[in-house]
């Protein structure tokens, strides 16, 4: 069997990144050398650096690239310090997240995924994470205020909670919201005001509500 290259493939995955209109250099080296083959059974290990989502187990899917690339731009432009992730899946997004700003709080509803993605982060040996296994709706509460808030699956309306979880000084969520229909929305908090933006149309897993798994 050949060896796979995913240090060439990575490179190719950035061009690509930057075609579609990423342009924030930090992220894309962040992308270009966070080892996303890591993250996903091996079986898909050949995929890794395609531009696409990919099934991770318990019906879920590590996000795709352009995605996580395009919410961490959105993220950084207000230059967060503390970012509450709702969503760890595998932990890629959290991995991300984690070279590029001081402290990750990352929630998770499912035990298997939140357990997987912990050990993966103590293999590659990131120290400025906590995971949670908890119900993303509440947020983190005892770990608030958040500067930043990214929230990797799709709800059907704003969780208030992650409203309130926000730096009163510019804190910025950056939420797909809707059912059929989603949109990328950017809310911006100022006291307690609440500016909102759209980034357009996206396709995320359900935010799912009720018991956790
Ligand atoms: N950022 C992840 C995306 C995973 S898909 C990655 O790139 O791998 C979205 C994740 O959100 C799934 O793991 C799903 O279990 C989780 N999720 C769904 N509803 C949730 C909720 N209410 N609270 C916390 N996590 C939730």
């Known amino acids: 069997m ?33 080892p996303r083959q890591e993250f996903m059974p091996e079986s898909l290990a050949h995929q890794a650096y395609e531009n696409t989502a990919l099934p991770i187990g318990n019906g879920q899917t590590i996000s795709q690239p ?19 992730e709702i969503g760890t899946g595998s932990g ?10 001081e402290q990750v709080f990352s929630v998770e509803r499912i035990i298997q995924l939140q357990y997987q993605a912990q050990r ?42 992650l409203l309130e979880q926000l730096n009163p000084n510019g804190g910025r969520l950056i939420i797909p919201v ?8 950017v809310v911006e908090r100022q006291g307690e005001e609440f500016m909102q933006r759209s980034e357009g149309a996206v ?11």
């Open 120 to 161: 993966r982060m103590k293999r590659l040996d990131f120290h400025n994470i906590a995971m949670r296994h908890g119900d993303g709706w509440q947020g983190w509460p005892s770990k608030a205020p958040f500067d930043g808030i990214i929230v990797t699956a799709a709800a059907a309306r704003i969780p208030d909670a």
């Open 2 to 34: 050949r060896a796979i290259n995913h240090q060439g493939m990575a490179k190719r995955l950035v061009q690509r990144l930057k075609e579609l209109g990423i342009n924030n250099e930090a992220v894309l080296e962040v992308i270009q050398r966070t």
């Open 92 to 101: 890629y997004q959290t991995a991300v997240l984690a070279a590029l700003v």
């Open 203 to 213: 396709r995320f897993v359900p935010l799912v509500q009720g018991d956790l798994a």
């Open 178 to 185: 809707g059912e059929q229909q989603q949109e990328l929305l």
């Open 66 to 84: 352009l995605i996580v690339a395009k919410m961490t731009s959105l993220l950084l432009e207000s230059a967060p310090k503390r970012v509450l």
